[in-house]
């Protein structure tokens, strides 16, 4: 089972950003991570960089050459777990406006997000979108804290 950890931050919100994800598998050996990655943009939002940090995952699973069947994605940003699992269905009904009749924010990342994973899925990729609690301790959602914070300290 491939496991995927995402995070953004912001320096500031709006503000300079950036993201990083962590991809790690099970072995009988332990968890080695496989692939990570991180950047930033100057000027941006946090909710930005954590939608961000997983198109840029998903981006680099594409890629892979032996591609799992299976993925399991942790983002500790409820805006991205409820908004891809949840939300993005009312979205799209709705010409990608909020209950409110508002423009979607971050509509261009949101699009990116939703094309990307239903491209992966038909593929025959599973993925399973799970929440986890920020900085409460989990080893590769820290890393991926670090790592996006490193990014903006390279702008």
């Known amino acids: 089972m491939l496991h995927i950890y995402t995070d953004g931050s912001c320096s500031g919100n709006p503000g300079a950003g950036g993201w990083a994800y962590i991809m790690v598998t099970e072995t009988l050996q332990g968890d080695p991570i496989i692939a990570r990655d991180s950047g930033g943009t100057p000027d941006t939002t946090n909710n930005r960089m954590e939608i961000q940090a997983v198109i840029s995952a998903l981006e680099a699973l594409k890629k892979m ?55 992966l899925q038909s593929g025959g990729l599973s993925i399973s979108w799970n929440w986890i609690r920020g900085h409460e301790g989990n080893k590769y959602n820290e890393l991926c804290d670090k790592f996006a914070k490193n990014a903006i300290a390279l702008l």
Not at 68 to 89: C, F, M, N
Not at 91 to 112: A, H
């Open 65 to 119: 050459t032996d591609m799992p069947r299976a993925v399991t994605l942790y983002t500790d940003s409820q805006y991205v777990q409820k908004g891809i699992t949840e939300w993005i269905h009312s979205w799209k009904r709705n010409s990608w406006r909020t209950s409110g009749k508002r423009q979607v924010k971050n509509l261009d990342l949101w699009q990116e997000l939703d094309a990307l994973a239903a491209g």
